[in-house]
């Protein structure tokens, strides 16, 4: 594991604060699904900072969200699957040459292990509803926001993460 600077600390520290207020201010919320993107802070650190600074950010994000807003009582395993969707990312993506494929596979792991597994068993645990139940309109959420997300990070990488970065390349 690296030592972070000073400079990379901000940029962390930016991405966590960009992340609370996408999650909190800019996302559509239901008692079953969220969409927004949120996901555009945690892909962005994990290609610069890797799956530790990105996991642990996803997490803090998640905690000082819940502490400064809260939209219920907290749960734990939402922090821990933010850490893992962190983790995820930058397993994938950090010091790899970043393509389409790359991309395709790291929300596709998310969206279905993470999202459609982990977090429909928070919910099932939290509001006692049936997996049967809560699985078809995150099935349909899935869906919807597996293509957004590819495309979405795919013009992130290319505007904003190449910029940033001396060392851009492409994986095409």
């Not at 994000?61 to 819940?66: K, N, P, R, T």
């Not at 790291?106 to 139940?133: C, H, P, Q, R, Y």
Request: proline share 4%.
């Amino acid at each position: 594991m690296k030592n972070i600077n000073t400079k990379e600390m901000v940029y962390l520290s930016l991405f966590i604060s960009l992340e609370v207020i996408l999650t909190r201010f800019l996302s559509i919320q239901t008692p079953i699904v969220r969409i927004g993107f949120t996901f555009i802070p945690i892909v962005v650190s994990a290609m610069m900072f890797g799956p530790f600074f990105s996991g642990i950010s996803a997490g803090l994000a998640d905690i000082i969200g819940m502490m400064l807003f809260p939209s219920g009582s907290y749960f734990p395993g939402f922090t821990f699957t933010a850490f893992l969707s962190g983790l995820v990312y930058g397993a994938i993506l950090y010091n790899k040459n970043v393509n389409i494929f790359r991309i395709s596979i790291s929300v596709i792991i998310i969206a279905i292990f993470i999202n459609l597994g982990l977090d429909t068993v928070w919910l099932w645990m939290i509001t006692g509803k049936g997996i049967m139940v809560l699985l078809p309109s995150r099935i349909i959420k899935c869906l919807i926001m597996i293509p957004l997300q590819i495309v979405t990070i795919e013009l992130v990488w290319r505007l904003v993460v190449c910029r940033l970065n001396v060392s851009c390349e492409r994986g095409f």
